[in-house]
């Protein structure tokens, strides 16, 4: 895993948080996850495929997916609902899909998945040897982790 490989992600996501929600974003300290376990109780996992393979997992609470819906519509949830889900997978999209253009410019071809949302603290994500590095990214909404694990495809 080449360190280089996350500033994409962290960009993109930088840009999407300010133009979407109007979020400023402080950056945390880079860490290397040592388990396959998520952290967070809500986790959106898209694969990326093409010159780099692998996935990235964006990882947040799902107090700061109900933040979000409000951000976006006014409408304040209660709970976290199908609408909260769907905010948080296409926010998750939104950023890989950005970051895919930037790794574009710089000559490495990639492809997105659809993103999968993954529901609970503890559930093992297995990127099978590929390190996974986690960038905690902090805002006003919540904090929002983003762990990618990619390499170079053969």
């Given at each position: ?14 840009v ?90 710089q000559?490495?071809q ?45």
């Amino acid at each position: 895993m080449k360190v280089e490989h996350i500033q994409p992600f962290v960009s993109a996501a930088a840009v999407v948080l300010r133009e979407e929600l109007n979020l400023e974003v402080e950056r945390g300290e880079l860490w290397v996850a040592e388990t396959d376990y998520t952290t967070r109780e809500v986790t959106v996992l898209i694969a990326i495929t093409g010159q780099l393979e692998g996935t990235v997992l964006y990882g947040t609470d799902e107090a700061m997916a109900v933040n979000i819906v409000y951000e976006l519509t006014g409408e304040r949830k209660v709970i976290y609902d199908d609408t909260c889900e769907s905010a948080i997978a296409e926010l998750g999209n939104v950023i890989s899909g950005r970051a895919a253009v930037l790794f574009e410019t710089q000559g490495i071809q990639c492809s997105i998945s659809p993103p999968s949302v993954i529901r609970g603290r503890g559930t093992i994500i297995s990127t099978v040897n590929i390190t996974r590095l986690v960038i905690p990214l902090k805002t006003r909404l919540g904090e929002l982790d983003i762990a990618v694990a990619l390499r170079e495809n053969r």
